[in-house]
């Protein structure tokens, strides 16, 4: 056997997983709960708009495709929702933004941002008829926004946190993680890693990518020693101090 067809053995091939965001697909357990209960009660909130904020892979995309699937089923002719980062909305497309969509989600919202264009699309949207859901993974209170304004403007939206996993959440979510990459755990290697695992939806959504990655590379079922060299591994990253950091 050439050393070329080793080498392409023992790479791991890419294929593609699922990431369901239909409303059956969001799992619920006390961590997100109250973010799950105000995007289902819409159109029944308090007013135009909504502020849901967690840390990184909590689901709160997850609920803005929730949200975009509500606005436009409950109408009864065809309606444009737009889920847009807030990297990119500018002063250039702001109004537009505002003109062509019913509603709109705005994601990973940061003080960085451009200030004057969010502050001009909340207004625009902030009107009888008009929807907008804001998320970011720091409350807004939380922020030091440039333009004081879009502070404030932000600050009186209701918001809600989505939590870390407890262990009902972090159960779930790695098998449904699993699911998504069609492969199948053992109750052993479950209990294993939520035993040793950290609290972290960004860590269990790293840890299982790389489980997939070495199961494949290994050409093995995810067994203890493959979950046990994924651990190593993002625990090696972590470790590994950074270019600038001070040593």
């Given amino acids: 056997m050439t050393d070329d067809l080793q080498t392409q053995q023992q790479l791991p091939l890419e294929f593609t997983h699922r990431n369901d965001m239909g409303r059956d697909d969001f799992m619920v357990s006390e961590c997100n709960e109250a973010a799950f209960r105000l995007i289902d009660s819409w159109p029944q909130w308090f007013g135009s708009g909504l502020f849901i904020y967690g840390p990184k892979g909590c689901g709160k995309s997850h609920l803005a495709h929730l949200f975009a699937d509500k606005v436009k ?12 980062d807030a990297a990119a909305v500018n002063m250039r497309n702001v109004k537009r933004l505002a003109t062509e969509n019913a509603a709109i989600v705005i994601e990973n919202v ?40 879009l502070q404030t403007r932000l600050n009186m939206l209701p918001r809600t946190a ?17 699911n998504d990459r069609q492969i199948t755990i053992s109750a052993e290697i479950l209990k294993y890693m939520l035993t040793n695992a950290q609290r972290s939806f960004a860590y269990i959504e790293s840890l299982v990518e790389e489980i997939d990655k070495i199961s494949l590379a290994r050409q093995s079922a995810v067994n203890y020693a493959v979950v046990k060299k994924a651990m190593e591994l993002l625990l090696e990253d972590k470790c590994e101090p950074d270019l600038f950091d001070e040593i």
């Fill in 73 to 84: 089923t409950a109408s009864t002719k065809p309606v444009a929702v737009k889920i847009i």
């Fill in 110 to 149: 940061m003080p960085n941002n451009n200030n004057e264009a969010l502050f001009h699309l909340f207004n625009l949207f902030n009107v009888s008829g008009k929807y907008m859901l804001w998320t970011a993974q720091t409350a807004p209170n939380k922020m030091n926004f440039r333009l004081k304004d």
């Fill in 162 to 178: 989505i939590y870390e996993p407890d262990d009902l959440m972090l159960q779930m979510l790695i098998v449904k993680l699993f």
